[in-house]
């Protein structure tokens, strides 16, 4: 990757699942420091993008850069080596029921630093807590004792836990009550410029890429069609484009913001 002020690099991405093709000559970059959003249509392979980037989708064809590194093809101990440096939060949470708030966002520092001592790795795993915006008592709970948003915010100090570079999320706002929701922004912008993040967010959140996303990328016909700020996507003659964020909603998005 020439330009390092790109973090994630995708030119050419096939993937598909029998017959259904998902996605065909995609191309992608993300820059470093900034929040892009990514929307499209349910099914247009957002999620699978997410996955082909962090190594969870073997594509067909293409090649995906991270951090300047090759994730096509790599051994899993070169792979395991630059996936330290991101941290996901997956739709659900993807937490582990059996282990307690505080267990969880211990998971990945015992796997890459298993010489780290119970006190010390309690200490990390309160202060991620913190960080995320949970109080203090959340940590020795169990996810089936949290409410939805706590448990995105117990997700996202686990995708916190080794000072990722980046971070991935997938529709972390989805189900959040619009306070709930507006709180997660908040929080997700906070930490992007205290720990200098890039961030690649998938959302169909109108409000959340209004208030936090620096670029917004569109994904449609098996491609990104466009890729810009929200102003500079408007004045493209793009149908879903037009029809999502002038339709109704989107303006109501805008609204709001200007209420604010
Ligand atoms: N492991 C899989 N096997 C077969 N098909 C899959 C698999 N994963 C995803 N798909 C299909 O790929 C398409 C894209 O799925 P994906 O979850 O990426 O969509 P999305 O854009 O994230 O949708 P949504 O906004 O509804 O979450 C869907 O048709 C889905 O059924």
């Known amino acids: 990757m020439s330009d390092p002020n790109v973090v994630i690099q995708i030119r050419g991405l096939k993937n598909s699942f029998g017959e259904q093709v998902i996605h065909d000559g995609l191309d992608l970059d993300v820059r470093r420091g900034e929040i892009l959003g990514v929307v499209g249509g349910s099914g247009t392979g957002k999620s699978v993008l997410m996955r082909s980037i962090i190594g969870l989708q073997t594509p067909d064809d293409g090649t995906v850069e991270v951090l300047g590194e090759n994730m096509i093809g790599r051994e899993e101990d070169e792979a395991k080596n630059i996936r330290r440096r991101w941290g996901v939060l997956f739709q659900n949470g993807a937490l582990f029921s059996t282990l307690t708030v505080a267990e969880n966002v211990e998971v990945p520092i015992r796997e890459y630093f298993p010489f780290i001592k119970e006190p010390l790795l309690d200490e990390i795993a309160s202060y991620k807590i913190a960080m995320s915006g949970l109080p203090a008592n959340a940590g020795p709970k169990y996810p089936s004792?949290?409410?939805?948003?706590?448990?995105?915010?117990?997700?996202?100090?686990?995708?916190?836990?080794?000072?990722?570079?980046?971070?991935?999320?997938?529709?972390?706002?989805?189900?959040?009550?619009?306070?709930?929701?507006?709180?997660?922004?908040?929080?997700i912008e906070g930490?992007?410029?205290?720990?200098?993040?890039?961030?690649?967010?998938?959302?169909?959140?109108?409000?959340?890429?209004?208030?936090?996303?620096?670029?917004?990328?569109?994904?449609?016909?098996?491609?990104?069609?466009?890729?810009?700020?929200?102003?500079?996507?408007?004045?493209?003659d793009h149908p879903w484009i037009q029809e999502y964020f002038n339709g109704p909603r989107g303006r109501a998005a805008v609204a709001s913001l200007k209420r604010q």
Do not use: N, Y
């Open 145 to 187: 004792e949290l409410s939805g948003g706590m448990k995105k915010r117990a997700g996202l100090a686990r995708a916190l836990a080794l000072d990722p570079e980046l971070l991935f999320l997938d529709e972390p706002t989805a189900g959040l009550d619009p306070i709930g929701a507006a709180g997660f922004d908040e929080l």
């Open 191 to 236: 930490l992007k410029h205290k720990l200098e993040l890039t961030v690649f967010l998938i959302t169909h959140d109108l409000d959340t890429l209004w208030a936090i996303c620096d670029r917004v990328a569109v994904l449609a016909d098996q491609k990104v069609v466009a890729v810009g700020t929200i102003e500079e996507l408007l004045a493209l």
